[in-house]
């Protein structure tokens, strides 16, 4: 089904957020069923990584989604570790190897896209001496509505200092808009990080906003 702006009618916010109401009791509106994963605090079990690993908020385990099916990540090369890591939900040492433009990305699977408003990302730790290096520091965060066919740049990081160089650090940024729909989101180092370095570190990503099944 073709994905674009959400429809603008809906019934008031408070009644669809996702954490107030499981998902058999979300509102249908054109065709579309969704849902709100709403923005509280990094980990706090709202986000749409979360929703998916929980078969749609229906289990109180979670899974990692790449293994269920229901997302599937991917990156532009491997030097430690595994993209899917990164949505397991616990610390992981994952990066790429030292090349410019390095990305990260994750695909929604069955119909599933989102109109995004927050999103964060946490740091790894190459290893026990030194849990400072490869902080992201520039990259940019682009969504696709269609597979990966085209691309919107959602937010451009310039020397961005918000992840602390601290082991498993979170940094979270909110995003402008939150109307247009997407599938697949992806993380591209622009420059380099904190160590000087191309090598792109993805601990844990998770993204906020508004579900629908397309």
């Known amino acids: 089904a073709p ?9 008031p916010r408070s009644q669809h957020r996702r954490r107030d109401r499981p998902l058999s009791e979300v509102a249908t509106f054109r065709t579309k069923t969704w849902v709100e994963c709403v ?31 229901t997302a599937v990540a991917t990156w532009s090369s491997t030097r430690q570790g595994a993209p899917e890591n990164a949505l397991q939900h616990n610390t992981s040492n994952n990066f790429t190897k030292h090349k410019p433009n390095s990305w990260w990305q994750v695909e929604l699977k069955g119909g599933v896209c989102v109109a995004p408003t927050h999103y964060a990302i946490r740091h790894g730790a190459w290893n026990p001496f030194q849990v400072t290096a490869y902080v992201l520091r520039n990259w940019c965060l682009e969504g696709s509505p269609d597979s990966g066919a085209t691309w919107t740049v959602l937010q451009q990081h310039t020397q961005d200092t918000t992840i602390p160089k601290k082991r498993y650090a979170w940094g979270h940024w909110p995003l402008p808009g939150g109307k247009s729909l997407f599938n697949v989101f992806r993380v591209t180092q622009t420059g380099k990080n904190s160590s000087g370095a191309y090598n792109l570190m993805i601990g844990e990503f998770e993204v906020w906003g508004t579900v629908a099944l397309c």
């Open 39 to 69: 923005f509280d605090h990094v980990e706090d079990t709202n986000g749409v990584i979360h929703w998916l690993g929980t078969n749609r908020n229906t289990s109180t385990t979670f899974q990692n989604p790449h293994l269920l099916g």
């Open 3 to 11: 994905r674009g702006e959400l429809e603008q009618a809906r019934p």
